[in-house]
């Protein structure tokens, strides 16, 4: 082989190393591309399934409160016929809601009532029950027409200076309360 014959055989060398580390680092490249594209498509799934998870609980949530707003009213007069039937089950019921003032008593685990149709029921309401101003002022000066949706309570009564003895009371704990 002559001179032109050799600088063609290095040229070719030349060229298939160039062409092998090209072929290696593509090689290398595609792995390399293949699992950060596996991880983000794990990172996917494992988003599509928070997501599947977040849907089914708004769900669930949503059931439930359709529940609460098809279940029916019950009156006063059938809670306090037995209350202690139920006691730690959420009630529906409606009437005029009134502050009440214990003169001589220490304690009360209510100091609502709830009147409708010549029965009443006492009711606490807790710090996260959300009505306006204006409703709480109707309720302090007269009575406000309501629904309250809560679950009944057992408590106790105690009296000031001892004058008669604790008693056993029933109450709604409120959870909800909308102005009719």
Not at 95 to 115: A, E, H, M, Q, T
Not at 154 to 178: D, N, Q, R
Request: proline share 3%; net charge negative; with cysteine.
């Amino acid at each position: 082989m002559g001179e032109n014959g050799l600088a063609r055989r290095n040229v070719v060398i030349v060229l298939g190393t160039v062409c092998i580390v090209l072929a290696v680092g593509l090689v290398g490249t595609l792995a390399f591309y293949t699992s950060i594209i596996s991880d983000e498509n794990n990172k996917i799934s494992a988003l599509n399934s928070q997501i599947s998870q977040l849907e089914f609980n708004v769900t669930h949530l949503q059931d439930q409160l359709n529940g609460l707003l098809n279940v029916t009213v019950i009156p006063i007069g059938i809670i306090t016929s037995d209350l202690s039937i139920w006691v730690n089950r959420t009630v529906i019921v409606e009437g005029n809601l009134s502050r009440l003032f214990f003169p001589v008593v220490k304690y009360s685990p209510w100091s609502y009532l709830l009147s409708s149709g010549g029965q009443t029921v006492g009711v606490s309401l807790s710090a996260n029950v959300n009505t306006s101003a204006s409703f709480w002022s109707q309720v302090h000066n007269a009575s406000a027409s309501v629904r309250i949706y809560g679950v009944v309570e057992k408590g106790e009564i105690m009296y000031t200076h001892g004058i008669l003895p604790s008693e056993v009371t029933y109450y709604i704990e409120a959870e909800i309360v909308e102005p009719l």
